[in-house]
């Protein structure tokens, strides 16, 4: 089964909490402090494996979780880090963050790799906290938290050439022909139901990856038929060849065929209409009417296009037409130097954070929501039961001036404050003192 849509959610690991632990000394009353880091969360990577060619397996399982990191022990000893979790997926592969809507990552090379949800760091043991003033630090950090996102996988096949046409033109007749591709071939329409890659040599030197799509019709960019799901594959070729039934036996009149269809192709996407295209008048080996086949060619001609007529099952006319395909295919590469030899490896998928990059808002339950990625990280590493912890996560508010700007905001007394997943109860008194009291310090300074 051919999937190439698929919603999924992800979560990366937790970071393992930092330990408070004191050494043991023979003779020493109070040991230094020992408790060593939580360990990093597991991140997830998409990584392409180039076996396969379908997001099949993502239908099965739609949440993914790295595994978290382990808590740190005493006498410095660091937590495990959490593994990664690494999702295969067929090159060609575009991700999408559902919730911002924004594209992550186009993973069209073989050896592409992403990041899409970081592990969270893990906590710093007591250890890292003893200064000359806190000598005997009684909190450690808790783990950051691992990132997790809504995504959407979207396969859009990397093929150089794609054939386009209406249903039994003999699309698949002559993929099979001119590639070691078999797909399925008979009279009824609608017989290729997933698009079909086959690799085409024209020499040696000269190859290109073809794809065989299913038939187009008419409405195909509103959803009709099947037309729709697969245009998106047509959007990263490089050369479009059109093929035409012109026996005159299916009734249908290629040149009507061929507006129709280059105007599917305009409504699902405008750019495509400037593709090269090919035209390939097929089944040439039973014409019915061959004024009506000149005619055509005359017409296509005379609106510029290249034609080549063709029969696709006795094989006449194919090597003339994948010349040209080739011809063609080499300027489109010249004029667009795609990205096929750039790797990318490992892209963080978010930089590191600004604390001062929040946004408040006020719910209609009446608490205020601050969102921001790094002050909720700082928020959800802090052990907010422990005195010390607490009083650490406070000055780095502090740093940021984040009391004032709340209550610039209309935030007072008594209000609830949401980041992320903690709630506090604004205290403005608390802040007050605590200010007057730095004031006070400042001023006896400037005394002296
Ligand atoms: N006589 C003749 N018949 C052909 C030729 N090419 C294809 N056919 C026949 O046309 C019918 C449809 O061919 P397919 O290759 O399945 O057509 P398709 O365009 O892939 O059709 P869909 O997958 O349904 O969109 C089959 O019965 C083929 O044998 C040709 O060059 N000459
Ligand atoms: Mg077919």
């Not at 000893?77 to 593994?83: L, V």
Request: aromatic share 6%.
């Amino acid at each position: 089964m051919f999937v190439d849509y698929v919603e999924i959610e992800v979560t990366a690991g937790n970071g393992g909490n930092g330990m408070v632990t004191f050494r043991k000394e023979k003779y020493v009353p109070h040991g230094g402090p020992n408790g060593g880091d939580g360990g990093k969360g597991g991140d997830i990577v998409l990584e392409v494996d180039s076996h396969l060619s379908t997001l099949l397996d993502f239908r099965f399982q739609r949440h993914y979780r790295a595994e978290n990191g382990g808590d740190g022990h005493s006498k410095d000893m660091f937590g495990k880090n959490g593994r990664d979790m690494v999702l295969k997926v067929p090159v060609g592969t575009i991700v999408h963050d559902m919730e911002t809507d924004e594209t992550l990552c186009d993973l069209a090379h073989p050896q592409a790799r992403f990041i899409v949800a970081q592990g969270g760091e893990g906590g710093r043991g007591n250890a890292h906290f003893a200064t000359s003033v806190q000598q005997a630090p009684k909190f450690a950090e808790k783990g950051e938290p691992g990132e997790s996102r809504k995504l959407r996988l979207e396969l859009k096949l990397l093929a150089d050439v794609g054939l386009l046409g209406f249903p039994s033109v003999g699309k698949s007749t002559l993929i099979s022909a001119v590639s070691a591709a078999r797909p399925k071939i008979a009279e009824y329409p609608f017989t290729t139901l997933v698009p079909n890659l086959g690799v085409v040599s024209v020499d040696i030197h000269k190859s290109f990856v073809m794809a065989d799509l299913p038939g187009i019709i008419e409405g195909a960019h509103e959803g009709v038929g099947l037309g729709h799901r697969f245009l998106r594959h047509v959007e990263r070729t490089k050369v479009l060849v059109h093929i035409l039934d012109v026996s005159g036996l299916s009734g249908r009149d290629p040149l009507h065929d061929y507006h129709v269809l280059n105007e599917e192709l305009r409504l699902h996407r405008e750019d495509l209409i400037q593709l090269p295209q090919i035209v390939a008048l097929n089944k040439t080996d039973i014409i019915a009417d061959e004024e009506l086949v000149q005619r055509a060619e005359d017409q296509l001609r005379q609106s510029g296009r290249e034609v080549y007529r063709i029969s696709a099952i006795t094989r006449k006319g194919l090597e003339p037409l994948l010349y040209a395909i080739w011809n063609t295919l080499e300027k489109a590469r010249e004029a667009d130097p795609v990205l096929e030899n750039v790797i990318v490896t490992e892209i963080k998928a978010h930089p590191q954070d600004d604390l001062r990059q929040w946004k408040i808002s006020k719910s209609d339950e009446g608490y205020w929501i601050v969102e921001g990625k790094a002050l909720e990280k700082l928020v959800a590493m802090t052990n907010v039961d422990n005195e010390y912890g607490l009083r650490r996560m406070q000055r780095s508010l502090e740093r940021i001036d984040f009391n004032n700007k709340l209550r610039r905001f209309g935030v007072s007394e008594g209000d609830t404050v949401r980041i992320g997943r903690m709630e506090f109860v604004f205290e403005d008194d608390d802040i007050d003192r605590y200010q007057s009291r730095r004031h006070r310090r400042h001023s006896t300074e400037a005394e002296e």
